[in-house]
């Protein structure tokens, strides 16, 4: 078993006394590809053996070590081709300041943007090969549309219009969206990062807009606290625990899991506005990683959704359909 490793910073252990509770984490993303991409492969291999008997059922990879190979390629795009300052300004122009929400692209502004659509085709390119061939197909023919329908289908996604796009290709699209939007977030360095106040009312990232991926209980030093993790650009913002992350109530909070009372991915539910979001307690096993165990985990969703409570969060992995 890999041993735990983190993405986030460790806290300045120069500065004296009771640090503040930071309102934004931005990720170490080389660190944050590299155990999102072990996690699957890991989370995979589980999945594969045989109860009792520790040998896989099969040798063929499944979806979660394809998930894999989509988070290598981009950790491949960050070393290889990473994003410039000059590249990073459109989306800077739209990141919430923590005054104001981030704005949403226009098809013109990612039509405009290159680097995401390169990323998209590298990454079709490079993983058709291990897909059946029907689906790969159809993403080879996506890869060489112009520009303007390619922008198209992406805002339809940033606007959270998830049915105009078919599920498979909103993968692939979504990677190279999140691996522009991560570098560009983190290249416009976000006031809030610096300390100022930032808004995180609602489940939405304070930075860019998007639904995040779900939340997460640190552990280390920062023990306890809870950040929300967005499931576009990566970045981690603080939220009260025991408070609903989409309407902020207090009252009807309940917590879900199929173990004990103390497990480490639970379904936290309102009662108020009938949202949900998935919980991974790093403090309770350091290994969690939010979308890999998230996809692991939609049994679990499955069950919350049957006691008709609504999905709050997005897994890049797991579009719905």
Same mark, same amino acid.
């Given at each position: ?24 984490? @931005? ?36 979806? !979660? ?12 795009? !960050? ?8 590249? =990073? ?29 390169? =990323? ?14 029907? /689906?790969? $197909? ?12 390619? &922008?198209?289908?992406? /805002?339809?996604?940033? =606007? ?14 979504? &990677? ?15 006031? /809030? ?5 930032? +808004?995180?009312?609602? $489940? ?20 306890? !606290? ?50 949900? *979001?998935? *919980? ?7 290994? @969690? ?6 996809? =692991? ?7 919350? +959704? ?16």
């Amino acid at each position: 078993m890999t041993s735990f490793f983190s993405d986030i910073p460790p806290l300045d252990k120069t500065v004296p006394g009771v640090q503040a509770i930071e309102p934004i984490i @931005l990720p170490r993303l080389a660190v944050l590809y590299r155990r999102r991409a072990e996690r699957l492969r890991q989370l995979e291999q589980q999945a594969q053996t045989a109860t009792g008997e520790g040998e896989p059922i099969s040798g063929r990879e499944g979806y !979660l070590g394809f998930a894999a190979r989509v988070v290598d390629e981009q950790a491949r795009l !960050l070393a290889d081709a990473p994003l410039s300052a000059e590249e =990073a300004i459109p989306v800077s122009a739209l990141l919430g300041d923590g005054l104001s929400g981030a704005e949403r692209p226009s098809v013109a502004m990612l039509a405009r943007c290159a680097y995401w659509q390169e =990323a998209f085709r590298g990454i079709v390119e490079n993983l058709s090969p291990f897909m059946p061939e029907p /689906a790969a $197909a159809g993403l080879v023919d996506l890869m060489y549309a112009d520009r303007s329908e390619l &922008a198209a289908k992406a /805002a339809a996604l940033m =606007a959270g219009d998830y049915a105009a796009v078919d599920a498979g290709r909103s993968v692939f699209l979504w &990677a190279a969206l999140s691996v522009f939007w991560a570098q560009a977030v983190a290249l416009a360095t976000p006031h /809030a990062a610096q300390g100022e106040v930032l +808004e995180t009312g609602g $489940a939405r990232c304070p930075c860019c807009g998007a639904p995040p991926s779900g939340g997460l209980v640190l552990t280390g030093d920062r023990e306890g !606290l809870r950040y929300l993790q967005c499931s576009l650009c990566e970045t981690r913002w603080h939220k009260v625990r025991a408070t609903c992350s989409v309407c902020g109530g207090t009252d009807h909070v309940d917590y879900w899991s199929f173990e004990t009372t103390d497990a480490a991915i639970q379904g936290e539910t309102c009662g108020d506005c009938h949202g949900y *979001i998935k *919980i991974f307690r790093q403090d309770r096993e350091p290994a @969690l990683e939010v979308v890999a165990d998230d996809l =692991a985990s939609l049994g679990l969703d499955t069950a919350l +959704e049957q006691q008709d409570f609504v999905r709050a969060t997005l897994n890049p992995f797991a579009f719905p359909v």
